[in-house]
C-alpha cells in the first residue's frame, strides 16, 4: 500500500520532518572540549569548582548547536567527567528555548550530587531534564550565594557561553542519551498537514541510530490514525517517539503488505532517504516539539 493511500484514512493529520541532519565527534575530541570548558567554567565561577569538588560525576557539553527555523533545535554531543576521567559519552536534543537572537552555540555543565540522580542518566530510554531528580539551573546571582553547606538538590547545571554563564537558555525538556562514539545527533524541522495544509511546525531531536556510514540525512513522516494519537502530539512537554501511542516503522516488507483493513495501530511512520525507504535507522526516543517560526 503507498504512503498516498495511508494519508487518505490518517484523519488528515500527517507529520513530515524532512531532511534531519547528524553531527558526531571523535571522543578524543568530546573528552578534550568536555575539559576544557570544565576548567574555563572553573575559572570564572568558583562556586561551580566547590560543586565540582562534591560531585559523584560532572556531565560536560561543551559546544551545544542552534539549527533549525524559528525556534528550532538544539544538540550537541559531551562528555561525563568522574576524578577528572572520561567514562562515558552522551548527545543531548531539544528545543533552542530562550537562546539570545545572533547565538549559534552554548555549553552547559551537570553536577550530578548523588548515586541515585547519577544512576538515572543511563536509563535505557534516555534522561529528561526536570523528569526525575531535582535539577537547579545557576545564575549568576545563584552561583554568588550558593556554598557547599546549602547544597542540597540531586543536580547542578550552569548554563554558559564565550563570556561566562548565560541567563535565560532553557535546558527544560532535553533529552540526554548515552552513545557510542560517532552516534552523534540527530536534528530537523517539518509541518504537520492536515487535508492537504500546514496547520502547524515541529522540531524533531534525537540520538543518530542505525544510520549508515556515511550517510548525513534523512526524513521521515508520521501518520497520526486516531484523535488521541494526535492529542498527545502538543503536549507541553514535547512527544517523545515510543512513549505513550503506538508507533509502527514501516519498512518496505511491512508496506507491501499493509492494507487499510490492517492498519490498527496509533501511529505509521516511514523513514526515507533519496533512493525510498530506509531500514535500520532508529527514531525511538526522538523529542517532537511545536515550534514558532519566524
Not at 494519508?7 to 571523535?26: D, E, K, N, R, Y
Not at 551545544?64 to 536534543?93: E, F, P, R, S
Not at 552523534?184 to 534525537?206: H, I, P, R, S
Request: charged fraction near 15%.
Amino acid at each position: 500500500m503507498r504512503m498516498k493511500t495511508l494519508q487518505a484514512i490518517a484523519l488528515g493529520a500527517t507529520l513530515a520532518l524532512g531532511h534531519s541532519s547528524v553531527m558526531a565527534a571523535s571522543g578524543a575530541e568530546i573528552s578534550s572540549e568536555a575539559n576544557a570548558a570544565l576548567q574555563q567554567l572553573y575559572a570564572s565561577v568558583p562556586a561551580a569548582k566547590a560543586l565540582g569538588a562534591k560531585a559523584n560525576a560532572i556531565l560536560v557539553f561543551p559546544k551545544v548547536t542552534k539549527a533549525g527555523l524559528g525556534v528550532g533545535g538544539q544538540l550537541g554531543d559531551g562528555a561525563l567527567l568522574q576524578q577528572g576521567k572520561t567514562v562515558g559519552y552522551y548527545n543531548t536534543a531539544g528545543a533552542s528555548i530562550g537562546l539570545q537572537a545572533g547565538a549559534q552555540q552554548f555549553g552547559y555543565a551537570m553536577f550530578f550530587m548523588n548515586a541515585n540522580a547519577l544512576a538515572q542518566l543511563n536509563k535505557a530510554d534516555g534522561f529528561e531534564v526536570g523528569v526525575g531528580p531535582s535539577v537547579v539551573v545557576m545564575d549568576e546571582g545563584a552561583a554568588k550565594t550558593m556554598t557547599t553547606t546549602t547544597v542540597k538538590d540531586d543536580i547542578y547545571a550552569f548554563i554558559f557561553g564565550q563570556k561566562g554563564l548565560m541567563a535565560g537558555v532553557g535546558i527544560q525538556g532535553n533529552k540526554i542519551t548515552k552513545a557510542g562514539l560517532g552516534v552523534g545527533g540527530q536534528f530537523g524541522d517539518g509541518a504537520l498537514l492536515q487535508q492537504g495544509k500546514t496547520v502547524g511546525y515541529y522540531n524533531n531531536a534525537g540520538a543518530s541510530i542505525g544510520l549508515q556510514a556515511g550517510a548525513q540525512q534523512f526524513g521521515y513522516a508520521m501518520f497520526f490514525m486516531n484523535a488521541n494519537a494526535l492529542a498527545q502530539l502538543n503536549k507541553a512537554d514535547g512527544f517523545e517517539v515510543g512513549v505513550g501511542p503506538t508507533v509502527v516503522v514501516v519498512d518496505e516488507g511491512v508496506a507491501k503488505n499493509l492494507t487499510t483493513t490492517t492498519a490498527k495501530d496509533d501511529i505509521y511512520a516511514f523513514i526515507f532517504g533519496q533512493k525510498g525507504l530506509m531500514a535500520g535507522v532508529g527514531i525511538q526516543g526522538n523529542k517532537i516539539t511545536k515550534i514558532t517560526p519566524k
